[in-house]
């Protein structure tokens, strides 16, 4: 059964849309009605999603913020997804990996959040959702840059609502656990390296050590909740974050 076309004549832009949670969320929001621009550094892939969807390519590399000074963003939702992961120990982390991260996970999502705000307040109406994790709210060993970058993200998701919230803007932050993505499985390589295991024992001592439910995430369940949160029935959900980690955070 198909999603109601709750966001028809909207314009949505989602973020790392060529693949993972980003391309789930394109599709979701299609499904609703939304126009969705599918923003990927990959051409082929962000292409590939836009086809699908009925939607449009936006090949951008976020690691370039000072390209993003000067943008407007016409967006009524924009999905705040693209995002990258090293695993290293703080004392061998390279620092230009750490201040990439930053400039792609916190310094990109501020800016184009103040690109699209301007047209959300013009219209009174808008909707930012942030792809978080359960590590924007805990820490894990060696992820220093990512839990940095995603705790930073969860400050400025709530700025966005506190500022929004009279003009019709809402923000929210999405937290999964980890989810069955590419970035997650070379994840699982870097961790077995780091701690000098196997794969499948990172999989089963290190990933889902916390969670109560056992598994991993599955990008369509994390689309359906940023579905839900720029429907009518989440007006009154702003400021928050939800966690879609298998009772990860409930230690």
């Known amino acids: 059964m198909s999603p109601e076309p709750t966001l028809a004549g909207r314009r949505a832009v989602v973020t ?3 693949n993972g949670i980003g391309a789930a ?10 126009h969705v621009v599918v923003a990927d550094r990959d051409e082929a892939a962000a292409s590939a999603v836009a086809e699908e969807t009925g939607g449009e390519a936006w090949v951008v590399d976020l690691d370039d913020t000072a390209g993003l000074d000067d943008l407007a963003l ?5 999905v705040n997804n693209a995002g990258i992961q090293v695993v290293r120990p703080i004392e061998e982390f390279d620092p230009a990996d750490f201040r990439r991260i930053q400039r792609i996970m916190v310094e990109a999502p501020f800016l184009l959040v103040r690109a699209a705000l301007p047209h959300m307040y013009a219209r009174g109406w808008g909707r930012v959702v942030n792809i978080s994790s359960v590590h924007g709210l805990i820490a894990s060993p060696y992820k220093s840059a990512y839990v940095t970058a995603k705790h930073a993200l969860e400050g400025l998701s709530k700025v966005t609502a506190l500022e929004g919230a009279a003009r019709g803007v809402t923000s929210n932050c999405v937290n999964p656990g980890y989810v069955r993505t590419a970035l997650v499985e070379r994840q699982i390589a870097d961790q077995a390296r780091a701690h000098g295991i196997s794969e499948e024992e990172v999989l089963e001592k290190v990933l889902l050590t916390e969670q109560s439910v056992k598994r991993m995430v599955e990008p369509g369940e994390v689309a359906s909740l940023v579905g839900w949160l720029t429907g009518p029935d989440a007006g009154m959900a702003t400021g928050s974050s939800y966690t879609l980690d298998g009772g990860w955070h409930a230690r």
């Not at 969320?25 to 939304?34: D, F, S, V």
């Open 25 to 34: 969320c394109a599709r979701e929001l299609a499904a609703r009605g939304a």
């Open 16 to 18: 790392g849309g060529g």
């Open 74 to 78: 016409e967006a009524d939702v924009l």
